[in-house]
């Protein structure tokens, strides 16, 4: 399967800080990123997607001013959830791939914990 | 009926025991269909794809029926390590994205 890294693993921050997650595919080409998240014992929810170059296309009830999304090059996509808060503690995967409905590959997530 | 829906566990089964996971979805015109393997804490990996009847891959085997939109996961001769969740997961053929669905996991413990 392919590589794909995130980072950081895990974060612990104070309410009202901006964290950045990133997410590197480092053996192929991501034209498209997913961004999931997870609570706890509740199943992975697709927040946004992103292609290279393009802004990202969020789903419904997902703040784009809020979780803010670049997929500047094919390897590099961030996340930066803005102004976090308790209620944003979750479980945040990426998922990049190299076409729609290909097998889809997904970083190792994320961990935010917001006090 | 929700898009993927799973059978909602916990099962908890000794070592050695034959164990069967449901799920149905609810999008007629899904293709293709995966079986994810999640560990506590973990990102999901794949463990099996299923694009016509069924699958087979050593003690794991996935069916599919079309007619009722129902993919099944049987595990034979289950190991301890075997002990994680295992996720239902379908294409969103409805978006133009290419994302996929996950289902809400079904939590399997096997014990000594």
């Known amino acids: 399967g392919a590589v794909v890294s995130q980072h950081p693993s895990r974060v612990i921050c104070k309410s009202g800080t901006s964290v950045k997650i990133e997410c590197r595919s480092l053996?192929?080409?991501?034209?498209?990123m997913f961004w999931y998240r997870q609570f706890p014992k509740k199943s992975l929810m697709l927040m946004a997607t992103?292609?290279?170059?393009?802004?990202?296309?969020?789903e419904q009830g997902v703040e784009k001013d809020k979780f803010l999304i670049n997929h500047a090059s094919l390897t590099l996509s961030t996340l930066t959830v803005t102004s976090a808060h308790p209620e944003d503690s979750s479980f945040y995967i990426c998922?990049?791939?190299?076409?729609?409905?290909?097998?889809?590959?997904f970083g190792p997530g994320t961990r935010l914990t917001v006090l | 009926r929700k898009e993927v829906e799973q059978d909602p566990g916990p099962f908890n089964v000794p070592e050695g025991a034959t164990v069967a996971f449901n799920c149905t979805y609810s999008n007629s015109a899904s293709q293709s269909f995966f079986w994810y393997r999640q560990d506590c804490r973990k990102e999901p990996k794949l463990l099996m794809s299923v694009y016509s009847s069924g699958n087979e891959d050593g003690r794991f085997t996935a069916q599919l029926n079309r007619a009722s939109q129902y993919i099944s996961l049987l595990i034979r001769d289950s190991k301890l390590s075997d002990s994680a969740t295992y996720l239902c997961?379908?294409?969103?053929?409805?978006?133009?994205?290419?994302?996929?669905?996950f289902g809400k996991g079904t939590k399997l413990s096997v014990k000594p």
């Open positions: 992103s292609n290279e170059g393009s802004k990202a296309t969020y």
């Open positions: 997961v379908v294409p969103n053929y409805g978006g133009s994205q290419g994302n996929l669905i």
């Open positions: 998922s990049p791939t190299s076409g729609a409905y290909n097998e889809q590959f």
């Open positions: 053996d192929f080409q991501a034209t498209t």
